[in-house]
């Protein structure tokens, strides 16, 4: 199957609501990361979707909609709080987790009976939303366990002969999954951090839980027990208190001829002055806008990147954290 990367425009979307419709699968761009999109209502486009990627069967999708879709169709009860948080965050990088009418594909849930709901505020990704006019199943537009995509030349790189077209809705400017929050509940818990973080959560509502798996407790986020996020080359991970190591191990590594680089903040690039570095810039947003891009440059150079977790570790920090600890999980 021949992959076409296409900009947005009257002829793309018309060619992708077709593939859409006829149970096939889109990439398109969003805020956070790329998408692979099917048919929520088509258990074998969803199916489809699964099998592209590899993925696990029993990690649910989220579905995405347009900032028009009437979502009371799909959900069958929406607490006041999620209200206001949809009012403040969306559309944008926060997907809330719902009670499923089960009205999609059984697949979309993989069985569990909520139903998680995102609004993308991309223009691009509205545009192909509105088009279709369906609840799109959508998990980030690559291989299982590698890196997510933030560029339509990522997506091609992962899913080249796969699927039919990729919508190029050029760089992701957020860079890091949208935050995955439980709304099932009586207060709402976060299952995903991302660029929408708790404290905002907390602001806006008054109280937010943070979900922690437990050892031997089934995965309420089954997203969440695999290893993620993971480029294809050695990785290590040193917390910032520990940066003095990091550069102690690049420099083992570098002197044995293994082609190494250091991932981190800029602050602390300066701090461990080495010559290969994978800067992710200096501001939480650039930080996190710019991990997957540096992830997926490294792969391509390295043989070995070190990362160095950021010194701040709330905010933004915890998705970007979550992520790194991810990649580096061996
Ligand atoms: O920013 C994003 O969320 C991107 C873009 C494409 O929208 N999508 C994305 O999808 O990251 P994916 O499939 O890579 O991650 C979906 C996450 C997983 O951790 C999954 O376990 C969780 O959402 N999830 C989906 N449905 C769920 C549900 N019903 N209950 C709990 N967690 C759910
Ligand atoms: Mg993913």
New binding site residues.
């Given amino acids: 199957m021949q992959t076409n990367i296409l900009t947005i425009d009257a002829v793309s979307l018309s060619l992708a609501k077709g593939i859409i419709l006829n149970g096939g699968a889109v990439a398109f761009p ?1 805020e ?5 999109g099917a048919n929520a209502f088509d258990e074998g486009a969803v199916k489809n979707i699964f099998a592209i990627k590899g ?1 696990p069967a029993d ?4 579905v ?1 909609v347009h900032k028009d879709y009437d979502i009371s169709s799909l959900v069958s009860f929406v607490p006041d709080y999620a209200k206001k948080l949809a009012a403040k965050f969306l559309p944008g ?1 926060l ?1 809330l ?1 719902y009670k ?1 009418c089960g009205k999609v594909a059984k697949s ?3 069985g ?1 009976d ?3 709901i ?1 609004i ?1 505020s991309h223009s691009g990704a509205q545009d192909f939303l509105k088009y279709v006019d369906i609840p799109v199943a ?4 690559n291989i299982s366990k590698h890196v ?1 995509p933030v560029s339509a030349e990522h997506v091609y790189a992962d899913l080249n002969g796969k699927i039919q077209l990729v919508l190029d809705g050029g760089k992701c400017t ?1 860079g ?3 935050t ?1 929050l ?1 709304c099932t509940g009586e207060v709402p818990a976060v ?2 951090s ?1 660029l929408i973080t708790r404290e905002m959560i907390e602001e806006c509502v008054g109280v937010c839980n943070e979900y922690k798996l437990r050892k031997g407790e089934v ?6 027990k695999y290893k993620h996020y993971s480029p294809n080359c050695k990785t290590m991970l040193f917390a910032f208190d520990k940066a003095d190591k990091a550069v102690e191990e690049y420099k083992r590594q570098t002197s044995n001829g293994v082609k190494t680089f250091i991932l981190c903040d800029g602050a602390t690039a300066k701090l461990v002055g080495v010559e290969n570095i994978l800067n992710l810039g200096d501001s939480e947003n650039e930080i996190a806008s710019n991990l997957y891009a540096k992830l997926r440059e490294g792969e391509d150079k390295a043989q070995l990147i070190i990362a160095i977790s950021p010194q701040k570790q709330d905010g933004v920090m915890v998705g970007v954290i979550n992520r790194l600890e991810k990649a580096c999980k061996q």
Wanted: contains cysteine; glycine residues 8%.
């Fill in positions: 969003t956070t990361v790329y998408g692979l993925r990690n649910p999708l989220i995405h990088p997907t987790v499923s979309v849930s993989c569990l909520t139903l998680a995102r993308p959508a998990p980030s537009a997510s957020g890091i999954e949208s995955v439980d299952l995903r991302g995965a309420r986020s089954p997203g969440m």
